[in-house]
């Protein structure tokens, strides 16, 4: 199931590169998400919105630029990375009004990304 | 604050085995309880969830009980495939949050 899609699926960039992550969500829900994934490192959240606005940023630097145009979008632009952001960046969202109430999240098949 | 602890894994069984992945939580409030799976290459599918004390959630032959006195939520399969190799998370949503387990790897050899 793939109702969350992001792309691309796997990004090499340089730490001098620009580049963005996008996430679409075909579910009608409300919130959406950014993780990350390292190898043997818990799942790390990194932003949430709900109704388009950002409602929580876990200390992310700021090299990492989220952007959220409406409910079923979402971008994570990457400026400047170094290379321990190397991981699997996932995207998910989530039915709810308020916040993320209880109710299970969506995850897309996320982007591999590698910083050289 | 809520946390999510799951025991570590790798996990190695051989098929048809009986699995126990064990999750204890602590929480304030009523919290919904989650299992996911990850398998290689892709993102984390929910696999059963239970949203109230002693509610079993169930599916593809994977259960969990939402058990309050003990704070636990234990993922368990009488009988696994080689296609259950992936990783598995437990997580607690409530408050506006959700917590995820740091996940536990099973390899189920044929």
């Known amino acids: 199931e793939t109702g969350v899609t992001q792309t691309p699926r796997h990004l090499v960039m340089g730490m001098t590169n620009k580049k963005s992550l996008k996430c679409e969500q075909h579910?009608?829900?409300?919130?959406m998400y950014w993780y990350k994934q390292s190898a043997k490192k818990p799942l790390e959240l990194m932003f949430v919105?709900?109704?388009?606005?950002?409602?929580e940023n876990n200390s992310v630097p700021s090299r990492f630029s989220p952007e959220c145009p409406n409910s079923s979008h979402l971008f994570l632009h990457l400026h400047t990375l170094q290379p321990e952001d190397s991981a699997l960046y996932l995207c998910?969202?989530?039915?709810?009004?308020?916040?993320?109430?209880?109710?299970?999240?969506?995850f897309g098949d996320g982007t591999r990304l590698s910083i050289l | 604050g809520d946390s999510v602890t799951q025991m570590e894994g790798p996990v190695t069984l051989s098929e048809e085995a009986f699995l126990t992945i064990n999750c204890t939580y602590t929480?304030?409030?009523?919290?919904?309880l989650f299992w996911y799976v990850q398998y290689p290459g892709e993102g984390l599918q929910l696999l059963l969830k239970?949203?109230?004390?002693?509610d079993k959630g169930s599916n593809k032959g994977f259960e969990a009980t939402y058990r309050k006195e003990t704070t636990s939520f234990h993922l368990e399969k009488g009988s696994v495939q080689v296609s259950d190799s992936a990783v598995y998370f437990c997580?607690?949503?409530?408050?506006?949050?959700?917590?995820f387990g740091a996940g536990t790897r099973l390899f189920v050899k044929a």
């Open positions: 919105y709900n109704f388009k606005e950002q409602t």
């Open positions: 579910l009608g829900h409300n919130a």
């Open positions: 998910a969202s989530s039915q709810g009004t308020g916040g993320e109430g209880n109710q299970p999240q969506h």
């Open positions: 239970a949203t109230k004390a002693d």
């Open positions: 929480a304030t409030g009523y919290p919904s």
């Open positions: 997580a607690l949503a409530g408050g506006f949050k959700t917590i």
